[in-house]
């Protein structure tokens, strides 16, 4: 597995208190109407992130990483680009998630709802400055 799907404990990385829905791969897998081994292509590739969560350690999704576009799910275009950024800065999946997922008072909510509003821009523009 890459990076972007590491398995790694999402309470280790306080996760759970931060992401409100989750997707196990085969409900995501079902709502982009692909099958499982495309949706761990998507992640190997870093355009959606998954960590390990439960006791059977089931590789899950945050569902706001999913968005409708014209009818279909797929994953939030601005999250790809994101996903590498936070990559080169050294951010593993979880803390990628925990970092998109913490409020922050200067924005409207957390990094991914502010990509999910068009904010791609300032967002890669703070993760970018992550890595100084």
């Known amino acids: 597995m890459t990076e972007t799907a590491r398995p790694t404990d999402p309470a280790d990385h306080g996760l759970d208190a931060l992401v409100d829905a ?3 791969l ?3 897998a079902e709502q982009l109407g692909l099958d ?9 590739d870093g355009a959606l992130l998954a960590v390990r969560r439960g006791e059977r350690r089931i ?25 590498s950024v ?4 050294g951010y ?8 998109l997922f913490t409020p922050d008072e200067s924005l409207p909510g957390s ?3 502010a990509l999910r509003a068009g904010h791609k821009t300032e967002i890669r523009r703070r993760a970018q400055a992550l890595a100084f």
């Open 22 to 24: 989750w997707l196990p």
């Open 26 to 28: 085969p409900d995501v």
């Open 36 to 44: 499982v081994g495309k949706v761990r292509r998507l992640l190997q």
């Open 59 to 83: 590789l899950s999704v945050p569902a706001l990483l999913l968005i409708e576009v014209e009818g279909r799910m797929q994953p939030l275009p601005e999250l790809k680009g994101t996903i």
């Open 86 to 89: 936070l990559a080169d800065a």
């Open 92 to 99: 593993d999946a979880a803390e990628s998630l925990r970092w």
């Open 111 to 113: 990094p991914v709802e």
